[in-house]
């Protein structure tokens, strides 16, 4: 037992070692925080501009879901309405909680009804708060335990 605590107080950290092990870790964490961001960015736009278009001359109507697709911490339904006689096919962003044959309020553009929307998610988003803030949180409570762990591997 003496022996294992006199070897542990003998070890002592390559500091340079750990740099540059730091170095290669943080421009991997960018990189992915880039990429992340890019997509989010890209997205979060996507949904604004549609939300917008609607706006400009909203209609209000009912819509029936008629799939739900889910995966990677999305939950999107699709959904159908009349228009004039006409079928149009439209989904949600991503945080429908409902099932199939549900009865949806939604809104559409009255110059082109296939830009449609869910009603719950009419909101603009924000790129600091639905993009920035929720990836640099993630990647940072990543980057700190990969820290951690470093530095408490270099102790035992």
């Given at each position: 037992m003496n022996e294992r605590l006199s070897e542990r107080s003998n070890h002592k950290i390559d500091w340079e070692k750990f740099k540059k092990e730091?170095?290669?870790?943080?421009?991997?964490?960018?990189?992915?925080?880039?990429?992340?961001f890019s997509f989010s960015y890209l997205v979060v736009t996507k949904q604004n501009k549609i939300r917008e278009t609607v706006s400009e001359k909203p209609v209000i109507t009912t819509a029936k879901?008629?799939?739900?697709?889910?995966?990677?911490?999305?939950?999107?339904?699709?959904?159908?309405?009349?228009?004039?006689?006409?079928?149009?096919?439209?989904?949600?962003?991503?945080?429908?909680n409902g099932v199939v044959g549900d009865q949806i309020r939604i809104k559409y553009y009255l110059k082109n009804p296939s830009i449609s929307l869910y009603c719950k998610e009419d909101a603009m988003q924000s790129i600091y708060n639905d993009s920035?803030?929720?990836?640099?949180?993630?990647?940072?409570i990543m980057f700190l335990t990969y820290i951690l762990a470093i530095i408490i591997s270099k102790f035992i």
């Open positions: 730091f170095i290669a870790v943080s421009l991997i964490f960018s990189v992915f925080i880039v990429i992340c879901v008629i799939s739900i697709h889910s995966g990677k911490g999305v939950r999107a339904a699709q959904y159908e309405f009349i228009v004039n006689g006409e079928r149009i096919i439209g989904s949600t962003f991503n945080r429908y920035i803030v929720p990836i640099l949180t993630v990647f940072g």
